[in-house]
Each structure stands twice: as structure tokens, then as C-alpha cells.
């Protein structure tokens, strides 16, 4: 078993309350130890060659009391979670530029930042949002790409995020969709 520190920037204090609840379940007392807890103290990263390194503990040493400095040696490991890639198809009988304003307000409301919005022609255009998922989920990468036909214009949407996230987004396109009269269907 490898002791890891992991260090968590948390955007706010809402952040910082979900992961306290995994660490907390994660933490808890299996065989009188516990094999994930919150570090109470202070917590440096040093870059420092090994004789600064011993000048710099010897400093610290000097202003604490025994025994309360641990040091350990770490490596950054980059793990990223495996991100789940949901599709869908979205027919309006619309124009270009009425299903654009539709879809901008339907993200709008989802707690989305626009990223890029690019105008490739009269009938075609590409959208992407991040979209911060409610309940802890997670963002999602959404794409959106637009193109008219025979005034129909038709959104292949992938959306892409870890664990639940882009399938619990998805479903509530699906159900913001359900209001307007489109044709839905998977696509992959």
C-alpha cells in the first residue's frame, strides 16, 4: 500500500463540503486505522534541492515541538477519471438561427459557459459549452453542431463528462426538448 498526498483546490465552500463527504466515507475506521483522512496542519510543497531541503526542515524543526513534522517524497501522478461520451439528435422544424437562440437559452439556464461559437457558413455552426452539472456531478464538455437542410435544422449534441454526468445531462435535454416540437433520437 503506497501513501499518497492528494491535494484538492476546491472552488468554493460548496466544493469543498462534497469533498469532505468522500473523504469522510472513505476515511472511515476499518481495523483501527484509518486509510483516508483529512491532514490537520499545514501542508508545503517544497521544490528544493536535498541541502535546502535540510535547512529548510532544520528551520522548521526549530519552531515546532518534537515529532511534529512528517516529510514525505512525492511524484505528480497525473489520474484522470474515464470520461463517458452520450449522443443525441435533435430535429427542428426550424431555421438556423431559431434553434441557435433556443439552444443558447436552453444552456443558459443549465449553469453553462460558452467556450467557442463558431459560424462556419449560413447553415452550419458549432457550439461548446461546459456545463457544471448539479448535485456534485461534475462539468460536461457539451458540442453542439447545427445544420439546416430544407428549413430543418438538426443538433447533433455529444456531451461528454465522468461517472453520471453527461447521462444525467443528457436526460434533462431530453426533458427540456420534450416541451418543443423536435424529433429526438440517439446518434453515435
Known sequence: MTTR????????????KRVRYVIDKWG???EGISKVLEVKGIVVK?????GEVSKFLDELYSKLSAGRVETYKADIENV???KKIES??????????????LISFIFSKKNSVPREHRYLSDIFSEIEYIVYTRRGKGGVTVKVS?????????????LEGIE????????????DFSFFSVKLEDYK
Do not use: M
Not at 5 to 16: N, Q, S, V
Not at 46 to 50: K, N, R
Not at 150 to 156: D, K, S
Open 28 to 30: 472511515k475506521v476499518s
Open 164 to 175: 453520471e454526468a453527461s447521462k444525467s445531462l443528457k436526460e434533462e435535454l431530453i426533458s
Open 88 to 101: 443525441l439528435k435533435v430535429a427542428f422544424d426550424d431555421d438556423i438561427k431559431s434553434v441557435d437562440k
Open 5 to 16: 498526498i492528494i491535494i484538492l483546490h476546491c472552488a468554493d465552500d460548496t466544493e469543498k
Open 80 to 82: 484522470e477519471p474515464e
Open 46 to 50: 517544497a521544490s528544493l534541492d536535498e
Open 146 to 158: 447545427l445544420k439546416e437542410e430544407r428549413g430543418e435544422t438538426t443538433a447533433n449534441i455529444q
